[in-house]
């Protein structure tokens, strides 16, 4: 199945997995004009203005939060929720993947999905294990996390934790539309793809998995929002009550 230009098999998985594509209706109900917005290379690169600070100022502020490396932490890992939902719901639909390059992608860091990434040129790729680390490990996760580790002082084992997190909870919500739509095929792509991903050293010690169920080994620091506790796949079985940097790593 080839992508098609509005790549529009990840719409009935969900918001996190959709990714638009310029030209399209992209901007449509008022949005912004996506050849406004920032790419995410500028994101990784902390230009000025700075998109990821005002990532982390929504966020901050959505969560009431006075605490930067939380709100930091969350933004981060949300990004990646979106950056592995979209390509991993293209591998397992598609078969293939859109070149996801920084340069490529235009993001609104004031936005939320499905609104908030736009894909700029559609250049088809193999839809392996390999092309997926590439584009999302390397391309993404890694600048990201030395942008993000930079400006707030997050620890990389917290960063890399929610970067397996999120891949987790990709895998598992694709699982979950496969088998309700009777598509084991797909859902056994899935599988085998998010098995091959979490084989990756920068993967391998974020956590246990047993199916679709992951507990990771680092926090993510949710319990600190205030109202928070902990999340399903968290270290932790209650919010602890030890020194601020606890888990962080």
């Known amino acids: 199945m080839d992508l098609d230009p509005a790549l529009a098999a990840l719409r009935p998985l969900g918001g996190f997995f959709v ?9 449509a109900g008022g949005g912004p004009d996506p050849g406004s917005l920032p790419t995410l290379a500028e994101t990784y690169e902390r230009v ?5 600070a005002a990532r982390v100022a ?15 932490s ?12 979209t390509a991993l719901g293209c591998a397992v639909r598609y078969g293939r993947l859109p070149d996801l390059d920084p340069r490529l992608l235009r993001w609104d860091p004031l936005a939320s999905a499905p609104d908030d990434l ?5 250049r088809p790729l193999p839809g392996d294990a390999t092309t997926l680390a590439a ?9 990201l996390a030395e942008a993000v580790t930079a400006g707030y002082g997050s620890a990389p084992g917290l960063l890399w934790g929610n970067a397996g997190s999120a891949l987790a909870g990709a895998a598992r919500e694709l699982d979950r539309w496969a088998r309700a739509h009777g598509r084991t095929d797909l859902a056994g792509r899935a599988r085998a793809l998010t098995g091959e991903l979490f084989d990756h050293p920068l993967l ?46």
Do not use: K, M, N
């Open 74 to 85: 969350i933004a981060q890992q949300g990004l990646a929720a979106r950056l592995w939902s």
């Open 58 to 72: 929504v966020v901050a502020d959505r969560l009431r939060t006075r605490e930067p490396r939380v709100a930091a």
């Open 19 to 27: 990714l638009r594509t310029v030209p399209g209706p992209a901007g």
């Open 135 to 143: 584009a999302v490990l390397h391309g993404h996760l890694e600048p």
């Open 48 to 52: 000025t203005p700075d998109p990821l």
């Open 118 to 122: 736009y894909l700029t040129e559609l």
């Open 204 to 249: 391998r010690t974020t956590g246990t998995r047993a199916g679709t169920a992951f507990r990771r080994r680092s926090c993510c620091l949710y319990y600190r929002v205030p109202g928070g506790g902990v999340c399903g796949d968290c270290c932790f079985t209650r919010p602890p009550r030890s020194s601020p940097g606890a888990a962080s790593g």
